[in-house]
């Protein structure tokens, strides 16, 4: 494993919580989200007791993939507001011991990026990667004078930057190696682009598609290689700043030089299991591709904790202290908890267990108020992928309050960045802000707990008492938590719990070996009393 230097004191007692710009407040009235009205909200998170934001891309973009399509990555979009109100923002969420990280989409640009349509006449550069002639699978004719046609990352508009092949192919001339002129040219910007945000204030980046820099790359090791020397510059230049990437592979992507991964729906061997074995009740954001399974945070009780454990196990041992696993809730490309015919009494036992198990959570914006996935919203800026891979319906609105459209109020509907939840008992923060027994304060007090028993942070032990229903572990030799995500009760015995004390539960009854969860019950108790 390459030494790198180790992360920052900061991140072990990260809760992250994850910012859709376009979504979360809108503070001038145009039916789009900006900086000032994060800013305006930073109190909710503060009180919340979240110390990590993620934003999802803010840069300049003409927005045909929801940001992630970048025409100028040192500019912010105007539709957000100004450099200075990002500025204010991270300055203000300062005050408050909240850091600020931004979206770094580092392996392609819009193509109404300013290098690509040089690129596009210029049949010398090489900063993207070219075909001179004819029309290679997946690649896109030329949009300039240039002859022959370019590699997109992801959709046709989004050129792929060109780190190089890790393997020549004499059917394919235009591959060129990793220490090419281009590819040594955008390993540079990238330390440029990293290097101007930092300076302003920022904390780190999530990194975009983190995997898709090096073309033909078995094992990513090329890739591993260009984030490895990005990371070792990152320590001599900014070492209180972090790297979390997209990856969906922390056992590989964390040795590589990323200070955290995340477990995504996608991703490592099985494909993005471990996550979508815990939320994923086949709604919502469903890939084709994927095998039917009952989930473990399902009223049927048919599921299983195995293959998250499983994963967790295997990567945290890779690990070991050099860096973190995330767990979210959910992302802007992934089903809402609250999805299909999953309901709000099954949300506490969910956050139950994302809040104690030794990982870093990731809280998706309105979750923690069970905001629910809204399934058949139309095609916005790329939403669409598939018949049933819309991610419209986790990225509507942050519903703050009762009014008509839930803190976006003075825009006309007509212009609102999406519909909201039509529900009529839609939830909302000033609703379960005023009610002690609402989610929202549920999901307050756990990070409160957690924040005083660095047990159950990511770096306390973990040991599995039951298996299945009710899911029972302790943390740090000392916290006994108790899981029934299944409607019927569900018993077992533990030796030893029938004096643990209570500090968040419900449905939960001990009584000398006997331990009984009740359907949709939750519990964290202290076994010292």
């Not at 090329?222 to 510059?233: P, Q």
């Not at 945290?316 to 995330?326: E, V, Y």
């Not at 609402?438 to 770096?459: F, K, Y």
């Not at 004390?501 to 969860?517: M, Y």
Request: proline share 9%; charged share 20%; with cysteine.
């Amino acid at each position: 494993m390459t030494s790198f230097r180790p992360a920052p004191g900061w991140l072990a007692d990260a809760v992250f919580y994850q910012i859709y710009p376009q979504s979360f407040a809108d503070s001038n009235g145009d039916g789009i989200g900006d900086f000032n009205g994060i800013t305006e909200r930073l109190d909710h998170l503060a009180w919340l007791g979240v110390n990590t934001v993620w934003l999802n891309p803010c840069f300049k973009s003409p927005f045909r993939d929801a940001g992630y399509d970048v025409s100028d990555d040192l500019a912010v979009a105007p539709r957000h507001g100004s450099a200075d109100d990002l500025a204010g923002l991270v300055d203000e969420a300062g005050r408050r011991g909240i850091r600020v990280l931004l979206d770094l989409v580092a392996g392609h640009t819009s193509d109404e990026h300013p290098w690509f349509t040089a690129a596009a006449d210029d049949p010398a550069d090489d900063r993207y990667i070219w075909a001179p002639e004819g029309l290679p699978e997946g690649f896109v004719p030329s949009p300039g004078t240039r002859p022959g046609a370019y590699l997109p990352n992801f959709f046709a508009f989004q050129p792929a930057l060109n780190f190089g092949y890790a393997q020549g192919n004499p059917a394919e001339p235009w591959r060129g190696p990793v220490d090419a002129e281009g590819p040594r040219a955008n390993r540079a910007a990238l330390r440029g682009i990293m290097d101007h945000w930092l300076g302003l204030g920022l904390s780190g980046f999530r990194v975009d598609m983190a995997a898709s820099l090096v073309k033909d790359d078995p094992g990513r090791r090329e890739t591993a290689a260009v984030w490895g020397g990005l990371r070792r510059w990152l320590d001599d230049a900014h070492p209180d700043a972090v790297l979390l990437s997209e990856w969906g592979e922390p056992e590989v992507s964390v040795p590589a030089g990323f200070h955290a991964d995340f477990f995504l729906q996608f991703g490592g061997d099985t494909d993005g299991l471990a996550l979508r074995s815990l939320w994923s009740n086949g709604t919502g954001t469903v890939n084709e591709a994927w095998a039917p399974l009952d989930c473990f945070f399902d009223p049927s009780g048919l599921g299983s904790p195995e293959p998250f454990v499983e994963a967790w196990r295997r990567a945290h041992g890779a690990l070991g202290a050099s860096g973190f696993i995330s767990l979210p809730t959910a992302n802007h490309d992934f089903s809402r908890l609250n999805c299909g015919p999953r309901t709000a009494e099954q949300l506490p036992v969910a956050f139950t267990f994302q809040l104690t198990w030794p990982t870093l959570p990731a809280i998706y914006y309105g979750d923690e108020i069970g905001m629910r996935y809204v399934p058949d919203l139309p095609d916005k800026e790329g939403s669409v992928l598939g018949p049933r891979y819309n991610r419209a319906g986790s990225r509507t609105p942050m519903q703050w309050d009762d009014g008509p459209n839930a803190g976006f109020s003075s825009a006309p509907a007509d212009r609102l960045y999406l519909p909201l939840d039509p529900s009529p008992a839609r939830p909302t923060v000033a609703a379960q802000r005023a009610d002690e027994s609402s989610l929202l304060h549920l999901v307050r007090r756990l990070i409160a707990l957690r924040s005083v028993a660095p047990e159950l942070g990511p770096d306390g032990s973990v040991e599995v008492l039951h298996g299945g229903y009710p899911f029972v572990h302790v943390r740090g030799g000392r916290y006994l938590v108790v899981l029934n995500p299944a409607r019927k009760s569900r018993s077992c015995r533990i030796d030893g719990v029938g004096g643990a004390r209570p500090l968040e539960a419900a449905g939960v009854r001990l009584d000398g070996s006997s331990l009984t969860a009740d359907g949709f019950a939750y519990g964290v108790f202290d076994l010292d009393g």
